[in-house]
């Protein structure tokens, strides 16, 4: 395994990190009746994940399924960052 293979899949798994600790902390806010103590690092999160996904979110515009919008760039950015990492950590 190279040097940069795994400085880049550790970068990764950083990023993948992130994206998880989003994932709950948006759920823990959309399910919750009092989210206040977690607006802060719900705003942290996305302040470091966003500028990775909002090109994503641009090409790929939210489905609509009746009264809800499914958006689909969160998952293709977490399936592409798993991808990465495998392809990183093999080099």
Do not use: C, K, Y
């Amino acid at each position: 395994m190279s040097v940069i293979g795994s400085l880049l899949g550790l970068v990764l798994t950083l990023f993948l990190l992130l994206l998880i600790g989003r994932l709950i902390v948006d759920w823990i806010v959309t399910l919750s009746e009092n989210p206040q103590g977690v607006r802060r690092p719900q705003e942290i999160l996305h302040r470091l994940t966003e500028p990775v996904i909002a090109p994503v979110r641009r090409v790929l515009r939210p489905v609509r399924l009746g009264g809800v919008q499914i958006d689909l760039a969160f998952t293709v950015v977490f399936v592409a960052v798993l991808i990465l990492r495998a392809v990183a950590f093999s080099l």
